[in-house]
């Protein structure tokens, strides 16, 4: 499962970190113009249709991922129950579990969407599944909003670091590690050294070979060259 959760932020943060990504439009026209090699699987193609029509998902782009998102964040099964068991072999069966709420479900039908390039529909799952509480769909929706979008705004950028502080309070490996960046990036006049490494602390939930893991050793690496500058 953790393979999962961390689909996404892995080749984010690398873009991030090397201050390689280049943003050429608008989130909505980047996502939208990216889906030039959909799958044809008639299940996602109806999934996607219906999302269009769904009133929970609209305009949900628009919204903060912190704090849209509850107080309390909704775990992830430690072993594998219905959900997760629908989620790997029936998609549409999956779909309508999210429609009910379960957030989970939103989480894993947003990944399958994604890796099948329907990148908006998976953009507003990601983010229903974080206002249903998943600490890892928050981090993936701030994760998007960093990827997908020309001139963050200063409400937009503030969104994006409140959102990576909350999934890190969460204990989410990526969001720590997404955090730690955020606290010592270009853009901070005052980078934050000793809290980035302390959050860096908290990425490797998932063992030394998870990339959340690996990138914040990485960071850890850059944030000690500096110190040692100092």
Known sequence: ????????????????????????????????????????????????????????????????????????????????DSTTNACEDNQSKCYQLCLKNDAVACYFSALSLQEANYKLPAEQLFQRSCELGVASGCTNRAAGMLNFTEHLTAEQKKCIFSTFEKTCDWRDPWGCTMFADQLISEENTEPNYKKALNALNYSCKYGEDDPACQSAKELQKFINSKLKQK
């Open 1 to 80: 499962m953790s393979k999962k959760i961390n689909y996404l932020c892995c080749s984010l943060f690398s873009c991030l970190f090397l201050s390689a990504c280049t943003k050429t439009t608008f989130e909505k026209d980047i996502l939208d113009g990216s889906s030039t090699a959909q799958s044809l699987n008639p299940v996602f193609n109806s999934i996607v249709n219906d999302i269009e029509n769904q009133e929970v998902f609209r305009n949900n782009l628009q919204k903060c991922p912190a704090s849209s998102s509850p107080v309390i964040q909704t775990l992830f099964p430690s072993t594998s």
